[in-house]
């Protein structure tokens, strides 16, 4: 079993930026893949972000140049650092463990809006 707590959401203005944070624990030794989704009302929810244990990274065109993806292995937590952000990136922002099995965070809300 693996439990992911983001932080970092809120209310920002355009242009602005964000870091949220995605604390993992549990079994977090049979996770191979990490990434960041984002809900819209009413849509499915979307990959932004993805990180491989390998250390590659995978964006959405929408974000790529302004969002970046890490994780710090030795505090197990990852990141998304969103910059220049643009009110259609207002969404819930979900975080996702995948190795056997799927886990998800509770998610964030972010809002972008003057």
């Known amino acids: 079993q693996v439990r992911l707590v983001e932080s970092g959401g809120g209310l920002v203005q355009p242009g602005g930026s964000l870091r949220l944070s995605c604390a993992a624990s549990?079994?977090?030794?049979?996770?191979?893949?990490m990434g960041w989704y984002r809900q819209y009302p009413g849509k499915e929810r979307e990959l932004v972000a993805s990180?491989?244990?390998?250390?590659?990274?995978n964006y959405a065109d929408s974000v790529k140049s302004r969002f970046t993806i890490s994780k710090d292995n030795a505090k197990n937590t990852m990141y998304l650092q969103m910059n220049s952000l643009k009110p259609e990136d207002t969404a819930v922002y979900y975080c996702?463990?995948?190795?056997?099995?799927?886990?998800w965070g509770q998610g964030t809300q972010v809002t972008v809006s003057s």
């Open positions: 549990g079994s977090t030794f049979s996770v191979n893949f």
């Open positions: 996702k463990a995948a190795g056997r099995y799927h886990y």
């Open positions: 990180i491989a244990s390998s250390g590659s990274t």
